[in-house]
């Protein structure tokens, strides 16, 4: 008896997240030695791919759930955004940043209406749902608004963008986790990972900022 697509997608989804999170954390405790760092990253970018694909195949084909379609929205989002802003950096937002906007900007767009339509933004789950759209709304208007910056600011902001996006890759990742696995305290105990993800956030931008200053990055 073989295993179903659908088993088989599940499974490939839960070990690429399981991976991806633990490289995660390793990465995000360790010193950020630049050779390691992006060789660890490039893994990290390849088991997010792989788990942002089987999540969205398992919504389209299989079964389709609002907050996971939502969530799996704004991680792919962060992970390209947040891995091609280190080719750009000082140049600014180029044309796949603009590509990647405005299909994120479509998609979200069509999954509101589809949310809305199915009454999925009430109940038990509507504080997540709504938070989470929420983030990629902000997400989506900042990176369109960058588009203004003066040239200068994006050699000073890039970082922090790369900061922020890939940082909530994991934890988002680990936000949907909690939501699959916790039944206690929900829905704010899925909402803790991404409160969480916002404190480590600003401890390592100001940490970077830090090191910029005193010269010991470039």
């Known amino acids: 008896m073989g295993i179903s697509p659908h088993l088989l997608n599940i499974l490939v989804h839960i070990l690429a997240g399981i991976a991806a999170i633990v490289l995660g954390l390793v990465l995000l405790a360790r ?48 992970l390209l955004s947040g891995w091609h802003v280190i080719y750009t950096r000082a140049a600014g937002p180029d044309a796949l940043d603009a590509g990647l906007l405005l299909g994120a ?9 589809r949310l809305f339509a199915d009454d999925a933004l009430v109940g038990a ?15 989506l208007a900042y990176d369109a608004a960058r588009w203004l910056f003066p040239r200068r600011w994006h050699a000073v902001l890039w970082r922090c963008e790369h ?23 929900q829905p704010w105990s899925q909402l803790a990972p991404s409160a969480l993800g916002m404190v480590v ?5 100001v940490r970077t900022h830090r090191r910029t200053r005193h010269g010991q990055i470039s």
């Open 201 to 205: 956030v600003v401890c390592c931008i």
């Open 31 to 78: 010193p950020k030695d630049a050779i390691h760092h992006r060789r660890r990253g490039r893994v990290f970018v390849l088991l997010t791919c792989v788990v942002c694909l089987t999540a969205a195949i398992g919504n389209a084909v299989f079964r389709f759930l609002p907050l996971f379609a939502v969530l799996t929205v704004l991680v792919s989002y962060q």
């Open 125 to 139: 789950s509507a504080p997540v749902l709504y938070s989470t759209l929420g983030a990629v709304a902000c997400l």
């Open 105 to 113: 900007a479509v998609i979200t767009a069509l999954l509101v209406r």
């Open 163 to 185: 900061i922020y996006k890939i940082l909530g890759c994991l934890f988002g990742m680990l936000s949907a986790a909690v939501g699959n696995t916790v039944r206690v305290g």
